[in-house]
């Protein structure tokens, strides 16, 4: 998941908001027929890739990695049309993760949301990621941070987003007694899977203190600068993982 935080502080964005506001103010339309005068800004902050899932995104149309603009608190079924046309609450993420996954889903717990957006809230404070051996494979998921207390609030948005967005939870011990929740969407094993083969050996280095193997990694240029544009490389980096 990628810190997207730079996002409202960057140059560009007063100007963009200005464009969009503009756009629709005097055209007298739909706001959303504006929601694209946010995307360029995002991907250049998510480095062009969905900051849920961190697949590479692209501009062909009803792809599952498209790349699409929407509301973070939805419109849909009266929950938050006050929000339709506030430049904050539009986020950038792959097709999948937005139709499929997350879609007009906003739960909440005592009126506080179990979502977080994150152009407002930095990962790291919420999650470890796990590399695990599953009857599927390798999987890099993500995991609860150790030193955040259970039954917790921070504790609840992270369970909520690990299940809703399908990014853990990929081998069936993990709750077998759990029972059907339509919040526990299917686990993302194709992306997770990519995951783990793309920072396993970056992981290992790290967790074996091997400072030969890791500068061997990090010194080919155009492999260290492809690394660099995950989120995933900061919890590496913070030793924010396992390897089981």
Same mark, same amino acid.
């Given at each position: 998941m990628i810190d997207m935080r730079g996002y409202f502080t960057h140059r560009a964005y007063p100007c963009v908001v200005d464009k969009f506001k503009a756009s629709f103010d005097a055209n007298r339309l739909n706001c959303d027929d504006y929601w694209f005068a946010f995307t360029d800004l995002q991907k250049k902050i998510s480095h062009n890739k969905c900051p849920i899932c961190e697949v590479e995104l692209t501009h062909i149309p009803n792809k599952t990695n498209t790349a699409t603009l929407d509301h973070f608190?939805? @419109?849909?079924?009266?929950?938050?049309?006050?929000? @339709?046309? /506030?430049?904050?609450? #539009?986020?950038?993420?792959?097709?999948?993760? *937005?139709?499929?996954? =997350? =879609?007009?889903?906003? $739960?909440?717990?005592e009126n506080k949301p179990l979502l977080f957006n994150p152009t407002e809230k930095d990962p790291l404070d919420f999650f470890e990621l796990a590399f695990r051996q599953t009857e599927q494979g390798g999987v890099l998921e993500l995991k609860r941070k150790a030193n955040i207390p259970k039954n917790s609030y921070q504790y609840k948005r992270c369970e909520t987003m690990i299940k809703?967005?399908?990014?853990?939870?990929?081998? @069936?011990?993990?709750? $077998? *007694?759990?029972?059907? *929740? &339509?919040?526990? !969407? /299917?686990?993302?094993?194709?992306?997770?899977?990519?995951? #783990?083969?793309?920072?396993?050996?970056?992981? !290992?280095?790290?967790?074996? =203190?091997? =400072? &030969?193997?890791?500068?061997?990694?990090? @010194?080919? &240029?155009?492999?260290?600068? /492809?690394?660099? !544009?995950?989120?995933?490389? *900061?919890?590496?980096? !913070?030793?924010?993982?396992?390897?089981?």
């Open positions: 608190r939805p @419109k849909a079924r009266g929950m938050y049309p006050h929000l @339709k046309c /506030e430049a904050d609450n #539009y986020i950038l993420m792959c097709s999948l993760c *937005n139709s499929t996954y =997350k =879609k007009d889903e906003f $739960p909440l717990i809703l967005f399908g990014l853990g939870y990929c081998y @069936k011990d993990i709750h $077998p *007694n759990d029972k059907p *929740n &339509k919040n526990i !969407k /299917e686990c993302r094993i194709d992306i997770l899977t990519k995951h #783990y083969n793309t920072f396993i050996e970056l992981a !290992k280095a790290i967790n074996d =203190k091997n =400072k &030969k193997a890791m500068a061997l990694i990090l @010194k080919n &240029k155009n492999r260290s600068d /492809e690394l660099k !544009k995950y989120g995933f490389f *900061n919890f590496i980096m !913070k030793k924010q993982f396992s390897i089981k």
